[in-house]
């Protein structure tokens, strides 16, 4: 069982950044790919962001230049740095441990706002 824990969401005004974090207590992330995935209410969950062992990145096109994943595997953390946040990017913003297409573990999320 993986436990991972997000932070950092909280209210900023449109335009604004902040700084996602997803952590993990007694499991080691690096050996898994991760993603960050966003769910609004009523919608499916979105990936927006993943990086693999080798911390190659990919971004939902959406998103691409204003958000950047990076790995930190001394302080077995992942972050999603979010910019340039538009009042539609409301919601709450999830953690992936992706094992295999039948096996993922998930954050509880943590939510962000966007509003002036």
């Known amino acids: 069982q993986v436990q991972l824990v997000e932070s950092g969401g909280g209210l900023v005004q449109p335009g604004g950044s902040l700084r996602l974090s997803c952590a993990a207590a007694g499991t080691r992330l690096s050996v898994f790919d991760m993603g960050w995935y966003r769910q609004a209410p009523g919608n499916q969950r979105e990936l927006v962001a993943r990086?693999?062992?080798?911390?190659?990145?990919s971004y939902a096109d959406s998103v691409r230049g204003r958000f950047t994943i990076s790995r930190d595997n001394a302080e077995n953390t992942v972050y999603l740095q979010v910019s340039g946040l538009r009042t539609e990017e409301t919601t709450v913003y999830f953690c992936d441990a992706h094992v295999s297409d039948e096996c993922d573990f998930w954050g509880q999320g943590t939510e962000v706002t966007v509003a002036s």
């Open positions: 990086i693999t062992r080798s911390s190659s990145t």
